[in-house]
């Protein structure tokens, strides 16, 4: 347990090489190394190779001495670890009855207006005590583990007050020092209309940037600030105000774009250099091509479009135009209550026509560019982090071909096994 490992005889190591998002046909390249081998020495990883090469530069009995963990990894596929760059981890309560009014007919917007939705767990997290959300936390993290995440993104947003979204980010710093896994924070504020702003959006905007982003920037509670762009939550030009300032104090952006209606937010995300634009259901053809050309990273959730019954962001189409595609979960307690990577890689793939290979790109080396961590995650590279999954079969097809279930085995965080 000490960030030290040699990982060999992988049936294949599938590397996802690079240091940058990957755009276009550039995603279907995984630089797979068959029988490979990996070194990670203090949590960073020094050697990449096949078996054999390895092994003739590193000396496998002097590494046993200095009490390194030997993986033999003889018929398992090993490959970067999961970077789950959307979601919504920390909140009170839940809302299992709105999934099943969904069933009945009602739409998520409909829910929205009759008062569920955001606004009930909302509620529900400002009750919530910071240890309550921590124990919770802590317990989702280990669950996404399972599925061989090793960097979350998380988001406020269900606080909608200055006090429950600084909660939120707090309670996001501190699973980050107790949880293994890294947790990336962001700040989204702006994720729905408090009801003493209903007819005053405007002047939501202003408060969020007069007086809650700038404490947010001093106590460094953020990396991200991200806003719900979409007709009846925020509009094109209350987001773009709000992220520009954003910007300003040093924040970098993300923007929830075109999930429900083609607002322009795919093209807004390129106009202010957000680093991704998410959802993007209905994204218009000009956005996506304007995301390509500012290398906009385009975060694709298959759960949310499938929780929902809404037709599927066109992940071909995107890809096809040369932008850079990541998947994640989106998981929540409203769209999408799951955080589960099979289920997302299957959707990805039957539903969405990415291939395979398209898949895994989507969920490791984009995903680390989705949350501008490319040079330091995301494939297995000399230099980058020792965050790896062993599969418990020999190839990375099967974590599509075995639907729906975790073929994951083994988790390695900075060299550390975190679920055998
Ligand atoms: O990403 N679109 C807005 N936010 C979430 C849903 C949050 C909720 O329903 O609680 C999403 O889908
Ligand atoms: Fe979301």
Not at 325 to 347: E, H, Q, R
Not at 385 to 399: A, N, T
Request: charged share 25%; glycine share 8%; proline share 3%.
């Amino acid at each position: 347990m000490n960030g030290n490992m040699l990982i060999k005889n992988a049936s294949q190591l599938v590397t996802c090489s690079g240091f940058a998002a990957k755009q276009g046909k550039t995603m279907s390249n995984l630089h797979v190394i068959e029988d490979g081998a990996v070194v990670i020495e203090n949590g960073f990883i020094t050697h990449v190779g096949p078996t054999s090469d390895i092994l003739s530069k590193v000396d496998e009995k002097q590494l046993q001495k200095q009490s390194f963990d030997i993986i033999d990894a003889t018929n398992k596929a090993a490959l970067p670890g999961f970077v789950d760059s959307h979601t919504h981890l920390v909140f009170g309560g839940y809302r299992a009855e709105e999934f099943s009014w969904r069933l009945k007919g009602d739409t998520y917007m409909d829910i929205m207006k009759k008062g569920g939705g955001i606004v009930k767990t909302v509620a529900a997290t400002q009750k919530a005590s910071k240890a309550e959300l921590i124990k919770i936390g802590l317990r989702r993290l280990d669950a996404m583990v399972a599925f061989g995440v090793t960097t979350i993104e998380s988001k406020s947003g269900y606080g909608l007050d200055k006090d429950t979204e600084i909660k939120q980010l707090e309670v996001m710093a501190e699973l980050n020092k107790q949880h293994p896994v890294d947790v990336v924070s962001t700040f989204l504020g702006a994720h729905a209309v408090p009801g003493d702003y209903k007819e005053k959006k405007d002047d939501y905007i202003t408060f969020i940037i007069d007086q809650v982003l700038p404490t947010i920037a001093k106590n460094r509670l953020a990396e991200f600030c991200d806003v719900f762009c979409e007709k009846d939550v925020f509009s094109i030009n209350q987001s773009r105000r709000l992220l520009l300032k954003a910007k300003d104090m040093g924040f970098k952006t993300k923007i929830h774009a075109d999930e429900i209606t083609p607002l322009g937010g795919a093209e807004l995300a390129a106009e202010v250099g957000a680093v991704s634009a998410d959802h993007l259901l209905s994204a218009s053809d000009q956005g996506i091509q304007e995301m390509a050309k500012k290398g906009v990273v385009a975060t694709l959730l298959p759960g949310t479009a499938f929780s929902l019954n809404e037709p599927y962001a066109r992940a071909r189409y995107m890809i096809d135009q040369n932008c850079a595609v990541a998947l994640a979960t989106d998981f929540n307690p409203g769209s999408c209550f799951t955080y589960s990577i099979p289920l997302i890689a299957v959707l990805a793939a039957l539903r969405m026509k990415m291939t395979p290979e398209e898949v895994i790109s989507a969920l490791t080396i984009n995903a680390a560019a989705a949350l501008d961590r490319a040079d330091q995650i995301g494939s297995i590279d000399a230099g980058k982090i020792g965050d790896l999954v062993i599969l418990e079969y020999p190839s990375y097809e099967f974590i599509l071909y075995h639907m729906g279930v975790n073929t994951v085995e083994t988790v390695i965080k900075k060299g550390t096994i975190i679920k055998k």
